[in-house]
């Protein structure tokens, strides 16, 4: 891949707030479009989960959570988690966002290659991931990695009596 070279460091401790802010808006922007919620609702929900997945911050037993750095340059992260829950050892990310500037040159799929050098090196038999359905982008980008669709959420808009 041309450019610079696209590597992962541990986050540090001064860069833990933006990445918590920029995660729960992330989050709660996209579910808030695709579940038809309230901005205010969707990033409540959003804290409350982030909060309660990292209660330790850093320190949090089994989260691995990246600075994405291209050549010397921070342009984005990367949230790791392992899990045991299906007699196995995965690892999920959680989240991953890239600088705009960093997006559509290759940045995004060397970050998921890093990720699943991570997650071998963590013993995991799968890597896991949830994305938005009106994501295409990332979409065709994680086929093309070869994830595969394992379970759809469906939901359907009551009309109020």
Not at 20 to 39: C, F, H, N, Q, W
């Amino acid at each position: 891949m041309p450019g610079l070279p696209i590597t992962l460091r541990p986050m540090e401790v001064s860069e833990l707030e933006a990445f918590i802010r920029l995660t729960i808006e992330g989050y709660a922007d996209d579910r808030a479009v695709a579940v038809s919620a309230r901005a205010e609702d969707a990033r409540r929900n959003a804290r409350a989960q982030v909060e309660a997945l990292l209660p330790r911050g850093l320190a949090t037993p089994d989260h691995h959570i990246y600075t994405v750095v291209e050549g010397d340059a921070a342009v984005g992260h990367l949230w790791l988690a392992v899990t045991d829950v299906d007699g196995f050892r995965s690892v999920v990310v959680y989240d991953i966002q890239l600088r705009e500037e960093a997006r559509g040159q290759g940045v995004g799929r060397r970050v998921m290659e890093l990720a699943e050098e991570v997650a071998s090196g963590l013993g995991a038999r799968d890597l896991e991931l949830h994305v938005f359905a009106r994501n295409a982008r990332a979409r065709r980008l994680y086929e093309s990695l070869g994830y595969e669709i394992t379970s759809l959420c469906m939901r359907k808009t009551l009309r109020s009596s």
